[in-house]
């Protein structure tokens, strides 16, 4: 039959306790989240049989040890933001852009010094002596939600219509530093190429800023190396998320043979199947039916997108895109209830 994919949020907190929920202590604050998360659980547990949240205190020394991200190497400072993080734009015309990626080439000749904090070694050994894992590098913001934010989205559309010799030295300098970040970071934590952990995920919302034609000049070339890095065999996981309406890259996206797709609601599975054979769909419910308990809608829409998806398989019932506040556990057993009673491939 297919598989749930809904894994509810601790965002749908608020809502199913009906409490207020302050994100940035949330985030900050473990005994808080915690405490909130057994809350949410007790709750889970009576109405779909599950805990959903997690509830382990992390062991402080198995800590994974922080480093620099590619925002940073960018000069795109991270800030909170009407309870978010925001990536606050880095260059704002082309003599802006041309100045940053020449600095941007510059840390490039010695990245690791850049990334690593002073203290990295003894970081290292006090997280792998207490049983943790040292971090690698397999998800990334997309290339064009990550250019849009350190240059600004109408911007890079302009810079690729307009300058694209200067765009493409932009997506290639992007694809240098993530292709130097993913070496540092496996070298330390003991990999080779041929031994690193396969896969890689883009979140790429604004994709749907672009052409297919302007998408193939600045994204595509990303995306290929990266998989051709990380992602070379037929199964390795080449994931893409774009909860946008960005249908009219599938014919690019295809060429990249995506083994996980979750794109934006008005995108059909029938569609993706297409030109994507062989990718899991994540999808296709729309967050917002999902968020407002519209159920009958959920109903219609999990019937319709298991009727595509009956002839190439291959789907896991999930939003198409964020799970948000408002989303009720009640929904989630109704999408459980559907899946049993509709949701069972022919033998």
Same mark, same amino acid.
């Given at each position: ?36 998360n057994k809350a949410y659980n007790d709750q889970a547990e009576r109405i ?7 509830e382990t205190p992390a062991d402080p020394a198995a800590r994974p040890p ?121 070298? +330390? ?8 952990? *396969?896969? @890689? $995920?883009? =979140?790429?919302?604004?994709?749907? #800023? ?83 308990? +519209? ?8 019937? *319709?997108? @298991? $009727?595509? =998806?009956?002839?190439?398989?291959? #789907? ?12 009720r556990l009640t929904g989630m057993r109704l999408v459980m209830a559907a ?9």
């Open positions: 039959q297919v598989p749930l994919g809904i894994r509810m949020s601790w965002e749908c907190i608020p809502t199913e306790l009906g409490v207020e929920v302050d994100t940035w202590r949330y985030l900050h604050d473990e005994p808080y989240a915690l405490a909130l779909v049989g599950r805990r959903l949240l997690n922080a480093h620099k991200a590619l925002h940073d190497v960018f000069e795109a400072r991270n800030e909170w933001h009407a309870g978010s993080w925001w990536l606050r734009q880095s260059a704002h015309d082309a003599d802006g852009l041309e100045a940053l990626l020449d600095r941007v080439e510059r840390r490039l000749e010695d990245l690791r010094s850049f990334l690593l904090p002073e203290d990295w070694d003894d970081q290292k050994r006090r997280c792998l002596a207490a049983g943790g894992r040292l971090p690698l590098y397999r998800g990334q913001r997309g290339p064009v939600t990550f250019a849009a934010s350190v240059y600004g989205p109408e911007n890079l559309i302009y810079l690729i219509l307009d300058e694209p010799d200067l765009a493409v030295r932009f997506r290639d300098t992007i694809r240098r530093a993530m292709l130097e970040m993913i070496r540092v970071l496996d070298e +330390e934590a003991g990999y080779t190429p041929e031994t690193a952990p *396969r896969g @890689f $995920g883009f =979140a790429d919302d604004n994709c749907c #800023l672009l052409t297919p034609e302007m998408y193939e000049l600045f994204g595509y070339p990303i995306l290929q190396a990266i998989f051709e890095r990380c992602a070379p065999g037929p199964a390795d996981r080449r994931y893409q998320h774009s909860d946008s309406p960005m249908g009219h890259l599938l014919p690019v996206l295809g060429r990249l043979n995506l083994t996980g797709v979750n794109f934006g609601p008005t995108v059909r599975v029938a569609e993706i199947r297409r030109h994507l054979p062989r990718a899991v769909i994540d999808g296709q419910l729309a967050p917002f039916t999902f968020s407002r308990n +519209e159920e009958e809608s959920i109903l219609a829409e999990f019937l *319709r997108d @298991f $009727g595509e =998806a009956r002839a190439g398989r291959g #789907l896991r019932f999930a939003t198409a895109g964020s799970i948000n506040d408002g989303s899946i049993q009673r509709f949701g069972r491939y022919d033998a």
